[in-house]
């Protein structure tokens, strides 16, 4: 979890590691993703590999249903060039990570697959693949099979041609969310998820949402279907680290400024009545635990 909320490589790789570990939590140990896995000796790095233990692990998004036990994905995020480089080049991944295994089998080329998500897609990349019949489009939009550059199974994933409520939060991660999307990942993410693991994955992928499309905070707030103190809660849950370390600070403040009332109060004792700092915090009632904390203060201001 440290490694996570650290946000290695890109803070957009960690938002989409957060949605990977939302949809595969429910499988427990039977599905492990690994983050950057070296290839081979002098070592290219894969974005994730999503390890299924069970064969019999049942997929429900549609975005996932090529996954067998060995997956090698590739993210994009929406400023990284989805261009023929690199499919090679994941390509080459798959069948680097399939070569370099210390047995034979180890890594059966049968049980592997790639994938691609990228919130967009480059048009002129896609047009003129479909052309040659190298990018198959699928049933379900925002899914599409590429042919012609592995015999592995591969797929790219455009991620804001996803339909349907369940791929809200996978539209969101772009710096262009839509309202409606940042404020499903919020519902659902504070209201309705019940998991602290799974909780404490849309808090990074909240914050990360948030600070891409920081607009939103407000338009989302005056939302007539979602009421000021209905958002407020949700986003107090999410991002109930960060309020915390606010209040905190608000407390700690508001103390620095009592304890500096209180040491004035002294100073003018002492002054008015010339008795020394032990006598005038005597005076105050002032706990043998807090009187060097108003010696100092009471130093400072002297000087």
Known sequence: MKKLRSIPRSDWHAGFEALLRIDTHKFANLVHIRTEEEIGEVPPRTDFVILAEDEQVEWEKEIFRILRKINIL??????????????????GYANLYIGTAEHEGDRPADQVTISIFRAVKNPEMFEEMEKKGTLIRDKVAGI?????????????????????EEYAAYR???DKANEADV???????????????????????????????????????????????????????ILKDKVDEKVNAVVNASNAREQQNTANH????MTSFKVTPEQAMDIFHIP???????????GKSAC
């Open 172 to 174: 969101a991660l772009t």
């Open 183 to 237: 404020k499903r990942i919020i519902v659902e993410g504070a209201e309705q998820e019940k998991d602290d693991v799974i909780r404490e994955h849309y808090r990074v992928l909240i914050r990360l949402v948030m600070a891409k499309n920081p607009q939103f905070l407000e338009v989302i707030r005056r939302n007539d279907t979602m009421t000021y103190e209905e958002l407020d809660d949700a986003l107090m849950e």
């Open 288 to 298: 043998q635990s807090e009187r060097m904390i108003y010696a100092e203060l009471v």
């Open 144 to 164: 599409y099979h590429v042919k012609g550059y592995t015999d592995l199974p591969f797929q790219i994933i455009i991620t804001g041609e996803l339909k349907g």
């Open 266 to 269: 002294i100073i003018d004792i």
């Open 74 to 91: 590739e993210y994009k995020n929406p400023h990284d060039s989805l261009n023929e480089r690199a499919l090679r080049k994941v390509c």
